[in-house]
């Protein structure tokens, strides 16, 4: 891994100036991004910044090289990140130390969960954030990974959560089942960002209707992030479980969104 150079990032208004090592040219994706246009994800940069105020607390659920965490951190007052991959978490710790921000950052070198325990990554050759923590059936090589319940872990160690991103290629039900006696627990459940992709959650063997029904048990209101026009659309438990139903009835199709679950930002 090469870290004689790192890429600045250009994030309209961002007041501090940051700096990130991205992956070489193996990577297609995320950090090809990064490096030729110095941001990654304009629309959900900007939601992260507008969701957050200082000292705010943020939880990264696959956090690849720490490009949302380093974000945050400049504004929240305590962050969680947690990576499994070995070369993406040498990068996220990395991209902390480049940016001066270890000690507002707590870097798991591990998976989310439903429970405690051991698994595999299987890791994508090309795009770097499309590791996963089942087999898919494609060959891919495997390394073995530690799996933390999200609550058994963040109990104790935290007694409030304004804003949890999770981006985990198909394995989000997990994570939030993990989380669930945590948020469910607080006096206020946070915002949540997440990626809905019911093919990966079917291979991870769940669905997106068992997520975005145990979603719902937040009773908080639901949107899809609209990366077109750059906005949030309002939607709700009943109409996103029915999109996941009409996905899975096409086989092979790959269709996704990001959702926000939780009030839209106060701007």
């Given at each position: 891994?090469?870290?004689?150079?790192?890429?600045?990032?250009?994030?309209?208004g961002?007041a501090?100036?940051?700096?990130?090592?991205?992956?070489?040219?193996?990577?297609?994706?995320?950090?090809?991004?990064?490096?030729?246009?110095?941001?990654?994800?304009?629309?959900?940069?900007?939601?992260?910044m507008?969701?957050l105020?200082?000292?705010?607390?943020f939880?990264?659920?696959?956090?690849?090289i720490?490009?949302f965490?380093?974000?945050?951190?400049?504004?929240?007052?305590?962050?969680?990140?947690?990576?499994?991959d070995?070369?993406n978490?040498?990068l996220?710790?990395?991209?902390?130390?480049?940016?001066a921000?270890?000690r507002?950052?707590?870097?798991?070198?591990a998976?989310?969960?439903?429970?405690?325990?051991?698994?595999?990554?299987?890791?994508?050759?090309?795009?770097?954030?499309d590791?996963?923590?089942?087999?898919?059936?494609?060959?891919?090589?495997?390394?073995p990974?530690e799996?933390?319940s999200?609550?058994?872990?963040?109990?104790?160690?935290?007694?409030?959560?304004?804003?949890?991103?999770v981006?985990?290629?198909?394995?989000e039900?997990g994570?939030?089942?993990?989380?669930m006696?945590?948020?469910?627990?607080?006096?206020?459940?946070?915002?949540?960002?997440?990626?809905?992709?019911?093919?990966?959650l079917?291979?991870?063997g769940?669905s997106?209707?068992?997520?975005?029904?145990?979603?719902g048990e937040?009773?908080?209101?639901?949107?899809?992030?609209?990366?077109?026009?750059?906005r949030?659309?309002?939607s709700?438990?009943?109409?996103?479980?029915g999109?996941c139903?009409?996905?899975?009835a096409?086989?092979?199709?790959?269709g996704?969104?990001?959702i926000?679950?939780?009030?839209?930002?106060a701007?």
């Amino acid at each position: 891994m090469n870290l004689s150079n790192s890429i600045p990032l250009n994030i309209p208004g961002l007041a501090t100036n940051l700096r990130l090592h991205v992956h070489g040219d193996h990577d297609r994706f995320v950090s090809r991004r990064i490096a030729e246009e110095g941001i990654w994800e304009p629309y959900e940069t900007s939601l992260v910044m507008d969701l957050l105020h200082p000292g705010a607390v943020f939880v990264d659920v696959g956090a690849n090289i720490g490009y949302f965490t380093v974000l945050a951190a400049t504004t929240a007052g305590k962050v969680f990140a947690f990576e499994p991959d070995p070369e993406n978490f040498r990068l996220l710790e990395a991209n902390l130390a480049l940016n001066a921000l270890q000690r507002k950052v707590t870097a798991v070198p591990a998976a989310l969960a439903e429970e405690d325990g051991e698994g595999r990554l299987y890791l994508s050759e090309d795009n770097l954030g499309d590791h996963q923590i089942y087999a898919a059936g494609d060959a891919r090589e495997s390394v073995p990974i530690e799996l933390l319940s999200g609550s058994h872990y963040l109990q104790g160690r935290l007694d409030s959560l304004d804003l949890l991103k999770v981006d985990t290629q198909g394995s989000e039900y997990g994570v939030m089942a993990g989380l669930m006696p945590l948020l469910s627990a607080l006096a206020r459940p946070p915002r949540i960002l997440l990626e809905l992709t019911p093919l990966s959650l079917r291979h991870a063997g769940s669905s997106g209707r068992a997520l975005v029904e145990l979603l719902g048990e937040l009773r908080q209101s639901f949107w899809i992030v609209d990366h077109i026009e750059h906005r949030l659309v309002a939607s709700s438990c009943e109409e996103l479980a029915g999109w996941c139903d009409d996905v899975d009835a096409v086989a092979g199709d790959a269709g996704f969104m990001n959702i926000l679950v939780g009030p839209t930002p106060a701007v």
